[in-house]
């Protein structure tokens, strides 16, 4: 028994023991309690360790945003694939080779430029104006602190600038622009009709003759795979703490003590007017933008309209269109000087000219916001909810190292460890190699349960780790062999697959149909009369394409070829599992680059140069990363 135990110590028992030790002081933040302790590498990047933090906060951003935009679409195996961790290592490794890249040649993103990238972005606008609050607020329900969120942006800011000063340095000639133009401005003549498939289906008749026969001709497609059931004991996190009540009292002190978490931190809004001075000004240089700003803060003072004022005066090219608005400003976010005067002001104050490296700023303070907690009421529950996790947390340390000495030293059964740790034994619904639901769509689940361990030789399970709080041990139940299935269990599903599979058919058929009559010269109307389908026309403006329907026929028709002068060109496409479209293209009218306006001359342009950027930079990518020294440690992933 004791060389059973040692043999599988190799795997989670071993692991358990290092949480056991590390853990507590993660959760309780004596972080610094066993200095020079061993650090886990996932891989070294030109001799640089990248740590397993940084990796599995990339893993935990790049799964929120696949389960945000894709919902309960989203496989979550593929999270535990090779597929997927090695995909978020490559970008983290990119990342870092473009951040040093960066840092060496002096890109950098100054507080202002910082403060005036986080404002302009929609999310954090209230009736357009940068909301601190929900910006804060936005940013937590991300799972980022403020401090994170804002490094990511400082060095997504420095990689915006190779990309604009790439896409700057692409030369465009005006016959690319005039071609562009050509192409980007088409307009397509059209009409089209859409088949549904539902009269097909109507019509569609399978003979039980043939329903028969497709049994019978791949009987392999109509085969029920081997299956199991399993008893199962589940340890995690959640349920624990769903069971532990704290007192009132521990929230209130835990409120008491940890106020400054339940802060809003204190902010300010300002804009301001820059006469910037060079680095290697004059003393006179510098004087003289000295007396203009001080001129400027005067006329503020009087009454003038400050915006305005930022318009036309401030030599800031960032914040001079918004009037000078900077939005928020928190202490360490901006340089020294002007922090130091911002949060001076009082409400609405005018300060003196203000020196910093860029030159004289003469700052108006539009809104302040003090530190402010919020009340025990408010936040009791999280206060709870937390409490009763860090509890659950050091027990489910204790109770996993119980559960998993009792599996393995009574391997017969799950019963013992049961009764001894107060779990219940549940039974699992039929699952089989590749599919399953509750327990049963776990993949390390479902491949330990078909083991010889659990299956032949109706052993405890080793325990799975199902996510980092969630473990389950599981013991055979219930087996089926591969059976072929009777053709009364497959019948219906047979004869639906047929008949959907014959109604697709006669609609495409019937829409090569129509568009062979079309060609042949039957007029378009008539022939779809004749058929009681509706002709609709699509919009020639790309602006009036919102139907997904017009978007998906718009793709068709202009991936069409343009018809001969005095012709028309037809053709069928379809758009989903029950719509078919014939359409006809009547003329295609290209751009005309004499009538494009300056402005569509200007943004046409903007996008070569973009593309041609992009090609830059990846190209720029691509060879710091063929350059670079990388070892990836896969077995820390």
Same mark, same amino acid.
Do not use: C
């Given at each position: ?13 071993a ?13 309780w ?47 979550a195996?593929?999270f ?21 890249y ?43 602190s ?13 990689v ?35 088949l !549904?498939?539902?009269? @097909? $289906?109507? *019509? ?6 043939? &329903?028969?026969? +497709? =049994?019978?001709? %791949? ?28 007192p ?19 902010s ?7 006469i ?8 006179d ?11 400027l ?5 009087a ?22 608005v ?12 002007? !922090?130091?005067?911002? @949060? $001076?002001? *009082? ?6 000219? &203000?020196?910093? +490296? =860029?030159?004289? %700023?003469v ?86 349960s ?16 199902i ?12 087996f ?6 009777a ?43 004749a ?39 037809y053709g ?9 479209v ?6 295609v ?24 950027g ?24």
């Amino acid at each position: 028994m004791l060389t059973a135990i040692r043999d599988r110590a190799t795997g989670w028992i071993a692991w358990a023991l290092v949480i056991l030790i590390t853990i507590p002081f993660a959760l309780w933040g004596i972080n610094s309690y066993f200095e020079g302790a061993s650090k886990i590498v996932v891989a070294t990047v030109n001799g640089v360790d990248l740590e397993r933090p940084p990796y599995q906060q990339a893993l935990s951003e790049q799964r929120r945003s696949l389960v945000q935009i894709m919902g309960r679409n989203v496989d979550a195996e593929y999270f535990s694939s090779t597929a997927f961790k090695t995909q978020v290592l490559d970008s983290l490794i990119d990342n870092n080779l473009q951040a040093a890249y960066l840092r060496e040649r002096g890109y950098r993103v100054t507080d202002e430029q910082l403060s005036q990238r986080i404002a302009s972005f929609a999310a954090f606008q209230s009736d357009g104006v940068f909301d601190p609050t929900r910006y804060e607020t936005l940013v937590r329900n991300a799972g980022l602190s403020v401090e994170a969120f804002e490094q990511q942006q400082r060095q997504q800011g420095a990689v915006d600038q190779l990309r604009i000063g790439l896409s700057e340095t692409a030369f465009v000639i005006p016959a690319m622009t005039d071609r562009a133009i050509g192409l980007l401005l088409q307009r397509r003549r059209a009409n089209y009709t859409v088949l !549904e498939l539902e009269p @097909f $289906a109507q *019509a569609a008749k399978v003979t039980p003759v043939a &329903v028969q026969a +497709e =049994y019978e001709k %791949h009987p392999q497609r109509y085969v029920q795979p081997a299956q199991m059931q399993v008893d199962y004991l589940q340890l995690s996190v959640d349920a624990l703490a769903e069971q532990i009540a704290v007192p009132e009292a521990s929230a209130q002190d835990y409120y008491d003590t940890n106020i400054d978490r339940f802060s809003q931190p204190g902010s300010r809004s300002a804009s301001h007017i820059l006469i910037s001075v060079p680095a290697d000004a004059t003393s006179d240089t510098v004087d003289t933008a000295r007396v203009k700003a001080t001129e400027l803060a005067a006329r503020a003072r009087a009454g003038e309209d400050f915006a305005e004022l930022a318009r036309t005066q401030s030599d800031d090219p960032g914040s001079a269109g918004r009037g000078g608005v900077l939005g928020i400003i928190r202490p360490g976010t901006m340089t020294e000087p002007f !922090e130091e005067a911002v @949060f $001076a002001l *009082a409400q609405d104050e005018i300060s003196q000219p &203000v020196r910093t +490296e =860029y030159g004289w %700023h003469v700052i108006h303070l539009t809104d302040l916001r003090e530190s402010q907690a919020k009340p025990f009421t408010e936040v009791r529950s999280e206060i709870l909810s937390l409490l009763a996790r860090e509890s659950a947390e050091a027990q489910f340390l204790v109770l996993a190292e119980d559960f998993q000495n009792m599996v393995f030293e009574q391997p017969g059964s799950l019963v013992p460890v049961s009764d001894a740790l107060g779990l219940s034994v549940q039974r699992s619904g039929w699952f089989s190699r590749v599919a399953g639901s509750g327990i049963g769509a776990n993949a390390i689940v479902r491949e330990v349960s078909f083991s010889d361990e659990v299956r032949v030789d109706r052993l405890n399970s080793e325990m799975l780790e199902i996510d980092s709080d969630t473990l389950v041990a599981v013991h055979y139940a219930d087996f089926q062999e591969q059976r072929p299935q009777a053709f009364s269990e497959v019948r219906d599903h047979i004869e639906d697959n047929l008949v959907s599979a014959a109604a697709l058919a006669d609609q495409e058929a019937a829409g090569q149909a129509l568009i062979d009559l079309l060609r042949a010269g039957t007029n378009w109307l008539a022939a779809l009369d004749a058929r009681e389908l509706v002709s609709r026309e699509l919009p020639s403006e790309i602006a009036n394409l919102v139907d997904p329907l017009e978007q998906g026929v718009a793709a068709a028709v202009f991936s069409a070829s343009a018809p001969v002068v005095g012709s028309t060109t037809y053709g069928g496409v379809r758009l989903d599992v029950s719509r078919y479209v014939v359409f006809q293209l009547e003329e295609v009218l290209p751009g005309d680059p004499v009538k494009a306006t300056a402005e569509q001359r200007q943004q046409i342009e903007g996008l070569i140069a973009t593309r041609a950027g992009e090609e830059l930079f990846t190209g720029v990518a691509r060879a710091l990363r063929s350059a670079a020294q990388v070892t990836v440690f896969e077995e820390n992933l």
